[in-house]
Structures are given as C-alpha cells and as structure tokens.
C-alpha cells in the first residue's frame, strides 16, 4: 500500500516532467531569433540622411539630425548635448570607439567646448551634419575626420574624440578570385600613374581626390560590382 508521502513525491515528480515536455515543445515552436539592432544597410542610411540637405531637422540642432537619424534606423534615441555621445546609451548591437578610423555610416564625435559637434561620416571628406553653416542640414566634401576647430561662440576648442559605428545589416560582399579580402582593407594601385578614386559606385570622381599609383596607400571600405 502506497503512504501519502511517497504519492507525493511521484505526483511531484510527475509535474516536474510534464514542465520539462512543455518546454522542449514551446522551444520547437518558438525558436530564439536573433534580430539586429537595424535592417538598414549604411548605404540606405546615407541615401536617407541625403534626401534631408537643405531641409531644417527638429531644432535645427546638430544633435536633432543624429536623432532622426537613430529613428530611420529604427532605434530609440538618446538626448543630450553632442559631447554626451561620447558616453550616453547605446542601441543593442551598437559600438563605441575613442578615437580609431571612422567607416561610411558612422557618427562622428566631438568634445571640447561647451556642446561639441556630432555628424555623420559618408566617407573620404565627405559627413552630413546640421548646424555647422546654419540650423539647416548640408553636405561638406571637405572635411577631415579627424579635424579639431575653435569654437568662438562657445569660447573653447572642438576636437574628435571618436565614433559610434550602427549595426547595420551590411551585405556581403563577393569574394576576391583568392577569397581573402576583409572590409575594410588597404590596397596599393597596380598602375605607376595618378588613378581617378571615385566617391561612390556609379558617380563621378571628386576633383583632385587620385592616388599615385604604388606610392599611395589607401583603404577601400566598400566593393561594388562595376568598381570602388
């Protein structure tokens, strides 16, 4: 004859093992997802920010441009003075580096002063940012990343402190014929002469922007089809 106790241990046994069934199932219906901070490529997000020059961003602040920027990648955005960008929250998936080689897409950070400045790098010399000529948003093709400015109205001097790099959905790329490339990577031109860089696939090469031939050292950071 079986004693109270020892039926409470098989009954609890028992539901110890329906749970353990219930949740192998649900993990077989309900798989983990692994979801990325955003399905925007940096392309898109460059061709998004580009449709806004000339236009007026919220406040007209530098930091209201970063911050619809944040919402067309589909992250939440952060507040504060554009030298907080150097420590605020970050989206999941985001990164942060002091100082470094920015990459297209990024956002440029710069402390110093009262406020500091943030844009966003579409690469060589070439960011979009707002508040710099006026409250509207521009393109400047002249602008080293690294570059550090006196600011008169706010008394002090601005200067690059880093960037915050998205986690964008980066396609990938086709393999070289030895399928050993990585992005971003240096390369020498194979020819002797000045060589045309084009700024971006299917455009036109910038005026005076070349490299001479194997003297030169640059960095590709993307391929296309039809060249880089």
């Not at 898109?44 to 406040?59: F, P």
């Not at 554009?82 to 402390?111: E, F, K, M, T």
């Not at 000529?133 to 690059?160: A, F």
């Amino acid at each position: 004859m079986m004693g109270a106790e020892d039926f409470n241990h098989k009954r609890k046994a028992a539901v110890i093992k329906l749970w353990i069934v219930l949740a192998v199932c649900l993990s077989i219906l309900f798989p983990p997802q692994t979801v990325s901070a955003t399905d925007k490529t940096a392309a898109e997000g460059l061709s998004y920010i580009s449709t806004l020059v000339g236009t007026t961003v919220g406040s007209g602040q530098c930091v209201a441009l970063i911050q619809r920027y944040y919402t067309y990648l589909g992250v939440s955005t952060v507040s504060g003075n554009a030298c907080d960008y150097a420590h605020n929250s970050l989206p999941a998936g985001w990164s942060r580096v002091a100082g470094g080689v920015p990459q297209a897409g990024d956002i440029l950070v710069y402390a110093g002063a009262t406020y500091g400045h943030v844009v966003i790098y579409a690469g060589g010399t070439t960011v979009y940012q707002q508040n710099w000529s006026g409250k509207y948003v521009e393109k400047s093709t002249n602008w080293n990343y690294d570059k550090s400015w006196y600011s008169s109205s706010e008394g002090g001097t601005k200067y690059y402190w880093g960037y915050i790099r998205p986690d964008f959905n980066s396609p990938v790329p086709p393999p070289d014929p030895d399928n050993s490339y990585r992005i971003p990577c240096k390369a020498y031109a194979r020819s002797t002469g000045r060589v045309s860089v084009y700024a971006q696939a299917g455009g036109s090469p910038e005026a005076n922007r070349y490299i001479d031939g194997s003297t030169d050292l640059c960095t590709i950071d993307e391929f296309y089809s039809n060249g880089w």
